[in-house]
Nanobody
Framework: QVQLVESGGGLVQAGGSLRLSCAASGGTFSTYTMGWFRQAPGKEREFVAQIGWPSGYTYYAESVEGRFTVSRDNAKNTVFLQMNSLKPEDTAVYYC??????????????????WGQGTQVTVSS
């Protein structure tokens, strides 16, 4: 059983940056594909970014491509989401998710077994 805890959310002005972290415990982190999702008020949760297993390849939603970067530090059991050039439409609760031994692109909620509690990101205009 893996536990995921996000941190790093907050309030930032448009054009600013934030770095989210997701710390994992209780599993062999290096064998997990990790994803970031977000949910804005009144909207469905949507895929943001993925960092895969075993190659560590990355994949992004079109809306964040070129502005967000996902990375991982397996020694620290942590995945990161660096968010630059933030826009008001990036305002949402951000969640990390994990699935062991998941190979290939994974952009649906159902692709992942483990979820964090979420961290709020608010971008003011």
């Amino acid at each position: 059983q893996v536990q995921l805890v996000e941190s790093g959310g907050g309030l930032v002005q448009a054009g600013g940056s934030l770095r989210l972290s997701c710390a994992a415990s209780g599993g062999t982190f290096s064998t997990y594909t990790m994803g970031w999702f977000r949910q804005a008020p009144g909207k469905e949760r949507e895929f943001v970014a993925q960092i895969g297993w075993p190659s560590g390849y990355t994949y992004y939603a079109e809306s964040v491509e070129g502005r967000f970067t996902v990375s991982r530090d397996n020694a620290k059991n942590t995945v990161f989401l660096q968010m630059n050039s933030l826009k008001p439409e990036d305002t949402a609760v951000y969640y990390c998710a994990g699935k062991r031994y998941l190979v290939g692109r994974a952009v649906r909620d159902m692709d992942y077994d483990y979820w964090g509690q979420g961290t709020q990101v608010t971008v003011s205009s």
